[in-house]
């Protein structure tokens, strides 16, 4: 009976049912009609009731799975997490087309103005414009060349230019994406972004800082904003299609348990070179950029489960429920971004003006924090910040962090700036761009190199940031962002600071930068506890116990400190098949007592519109694979996916994207993910930069105040780490100068663990 149920009715008709065996026979001598009612009304929610019919005493004879569905109900009590969190704003499509000034909220200015800008000198400038040409047409000129010289009879890419020179090979990088930028897709064409009306007056202060929604960054009022349509690249919008019930592909649910969760014969991989503070920075970047607007479970979509399914008989259901995206109604396929889509902490401070008020203490333009505590959201009881939901504590470290960060560079601002008279709001916003710089440099020269520790990745990075002509001449302490007689171009002088070019499409996060950044491989089972000096260390703490109110509860108990150096001493697990933590392949969330997240995540790209691995490669300007030995997995993975997709081309046709990117281990050297996922990363992590005129145009001290541009330059995620926590120096922080890599060796003893060190002139 309970088999075959699957949705909250069935379950409340089967408690009847049972509650009435149960009156018929009280004793129940075997204990299995308080079972089944315990799982009846675990999967109503109804958490008291399962603990009724659960406790030990409610046995005469303990059902071998009581005592792990009773913990598993514990956990959920503990940890909140079965509460509806983070509500943010539900946007309405018709709404977004009314004029973006009118929710705005305009800050407090004092009377000074902007600094005026700094004029060249008298032979500067007749010279410079003539000079920044030429050296711009040499330098496009370079990456052309290098482009068309790839080698092209090559499947992955990588075969071409990583064995190039490293010039050579990083110019052929800048060839793709290029390429790439062409094959960027609006759908704005003709128009204002979200059908905003023209001839709108953009807020004057808006020139000077980002709003809250992040409306008028630039002059066209919605373009990144929260409620803006998220884009696509690739093949152009009409070729998309909903595959989630094509009967010809596999079931997601069997995708997902072959592919992506871990092998119960073996242990899970981890990456010989990252520690666990690469993925909780990642996630919270995430969160900075896209997120889909979620949708009640009315209306899921169901997945039937197969006779031999282990939930089937761990959980009584004959089928899984996945929430159906929020369409945007306004066009087929179409998704609205709920943060902003700029490169803005909106994670850190929201992404509407009620959330982003309710951050601020109102002193000195201070975020609210009390020692190492954010507050707690009322509603929630988890912390208050810009973007909460599926939190954690890889989450909570990073939250936490960057607000107390924010407040430091207040009081920076407040005493470097000394003859400014700042208000309150002038201080919040300048120290909001500062802050948001620091992550998007961290992001840029020290995470990525860490996760692909490549040496033509590493300086393609560096040239991102400070352009190649410092990336290849000075150490990484030398560079600065601006020089005198550096050319403004992206190349030769860096993104950072120089001219902003969108390509002439307007900026979006895309539909395909979500799904190839699906990086649930790399979250942990537990988190080892390393307390700091010689303390032997506690007992691991599972990670669904450090999920929701968990979080707080750990800051409380071990301090941040200790919990900063646990994941700095702590590998993340590797990026590869059959790599998904197990507690995400039966996860509980809001109205949905279990659900597996690998299904889920094979289900989504199917939905969007998302186009299958080689048909992905394809659009993007990338050869397809031939067959499923192309991918450089074992044969036994092989025969899996050809017992579910099917052998010869018409099964590799087939292939969902993150079934693909996960098997695809014929990487470049040190890559911590494959070429196809690094191919939407090249677009994006250019992309997010170079459209952005406050990190272009505006990124100088006429903007950020000197003071400011001074702390960017210096800092560093273990400068910010030590600058908060400086007893981490002690703790193995002191090993690397990356702090993403692990923190317990060097790079002499341990080189494989720090390929950085061979690379890096720091």
Not at 140 to 161: G, H, Q, T, Y
Not at 608 to 633: A, K
């Amino acid at each position: 009976m309970m088999e075959e149920a699957s949705t909250r009715e069935d379950f409340a008709a089967a408690e009847r049912v049972l509650l009435h065996a149960l009156s018929m026979d009280p004793v129940d001598t075997t204990g299995e009609t308080h079972y089944l009612l315990g799982l009846a009304c675990f999967h109503q929610e109804k958490w008291s009731d399962v603990k009724r019919f659960l406790k030990p005493s409610a046995l005469n004879i303990q059902h071998p799975r009581a005592p792990a569905l009773l913990e598993r109900v514990e956990t959920i009590l503990a940890t909140a997490v079965d509460r509806a969190v983070d509500p943010l704003p539900d946007f309405d499509p018709h709404a977004l087309g009314r004029p973006a000034a009118g929710v705005l909220k305009p800050p407090q200015a004092s009377a000074a103005p902007l600094p005026t800008r700094k004029r060249r000198s008298f032979l500067k400038r007749p010279l410079y414009p003539v000079y920044n040409r030429v050296a711009g047409l040499i330098a496009n000129a370079a990456v052309v060349v290098a482009w068309w010289l790839r080698d092209r009879s090559v499947i992955f890419d990588f075969e071409s230019w990583d064995r190039r020179s490293v010039i050579r090979g990083l110019l052929e990088i800048g060839g793709r994406r290029h390429d790439l930028a062409t094959r960027l897709h609006s759908a704005h064409e003709g128009g204002l972004v979200g059908g905003q009306p023209p001839g709108q007056r953009r807020p004057q202060w808006t020139e000077r800082f980002r709003s809250a929604t992040g409306a008028w960054t630039t002059d066209d009022p919605m373009e990144g904003a929260a409620g803006a349509e998220i884009q696509r690249s690739g093949s152009p919008l009409a070729e998309r299609k909903d595959r989630s019930a094509d009967p010809d592909l596999p079931n997601p649910r069997e995708v997902s348990r072959l592919l992506l969760a871990p092998h119960a014969a073996r242990p899970r991989q981890e990456a010989p070179f990252l520690n666990l503070l690469t993925i909780a920075w990642i996630q919270a970047q995430l969160h900075d950029w896209v997120s889909h607007r979620p949708t009640p479970v009315v209306g899921a979509q169901k997945i039937e489960l197969e006779p031999h399914d282990p939930l089937r008989e761990r959980y009584g259901i004959g089928a899984l429920h996945v929430q159906k995206s929020a369409a945007n109604g306004m066009k087929a396929l179409s998704y609205l971004n709920e943060v902003t889509h700029w490169w803005d902490a909106s994670h850190i401070y929201g992404s509407d003006e009620q959330t982003l008020e309710r951050l601020r203490a109102r002193e000195d333009g201070k975020l609210k924090i009390k020692d190492d505590f954010l507050p707690q959201h009322p509603d929630t009881g988890i912390e208050d910040t810009g973007f909460a939901r599926n939190w954690w504590i890889g989450l909570d470290l990073m939250h936490t962090l960057f607000v107390r960060h924010h407040n430091y560079i207040c009081e920076r601002l407040k005493e470097g700036e000394k003859e400014r008279a700042w208000t309150s709001d002038e201080l919040f916003h300048t120290a909001r761009l500062v802050n948001a710089a620091i992550m998007a440099k961290i992001q840029t020269v020290e995470w990525t190199p860490a996760v692909l520790p490549n040496k033509k990745v590493a300086l393609g990075m560096a040239t991102n940031w400070w352009g190649l002509l410092q990336a290849t001449w000075r150490r990484v302490r030398e560079r600065k962002i601006h020089n005198r007689w550096e050319p403004r171009h992206h190349v030769l002088g860096g993104i950072a600071g120089g001219s902003r070019d969108d390509f002439g499409k307007p900026y979006g996060m895309t539909e395909e930068f979500t799904e190839v950044y699906r990086l649930h491989a790399g979250i942990p089972d537990e988190i080892r506890l390393k307390p700091l000096g010689d303390a032997p260390p506690p007992r691991p703490v599972p990670m669904d116990k450090t999920r929701g109110t968990g979080a707080r509860g750990m800051v409380e108990k071990h301090g941040m400190a200790m919990l900063l150096n646990s994941f700095g001493h702590q590998h993340m697990p590797a990026l590869v098949h059959n790599n998904y933590p197990a507690f995400m392949c039966e996860m509980t969330v809001p109205g949905q007592p279990v659900i597996d997240i690998g299904t889920i995540d094979i289900y989504r790209a199917r939905e969007r519109g998302v186009p299958p691995y080689n048909e992905f490669r394809r659009m993007l300007g990338l050869n397809p694979i031939t067959r499923f030995e192309d991918l450089g997995c074992s044969a036994e993975t092989v025969e899996t996916l050809e017992g579910l997709y099917g052998a010869g081309p018409e099964g590799v046709e087939k292939l969902d994207l993150l079934a693909g990117t996960s098997c695809e281990l014929w990487r470049p050297e040190n890559f911590g993910f494959g070429e196809t996922m690094f191919t939407v990363f090249i677009q994006m992590a250019s992309r997010r930069l170079l459209a952005d005129p406050f990190y272009t145009e505006k990124f100088n001290e006429r903007y950020y105040t000197k003071t400011g541009m001074a702390l960017i330059e210096k800092a560093t995620l273990k400068s910010v780490l030590l600058q908060h926590y400086p007893e981490l120096e002690q703790a193995g922080l002191c090993n690397v100068e990356n702090a993403f890599e692990p923190w317990g060796t060097n790079a002499r003893e341990c080189p494989e663990e720090h390929p950085l060190a061979a690379i890096v002139n720091y």
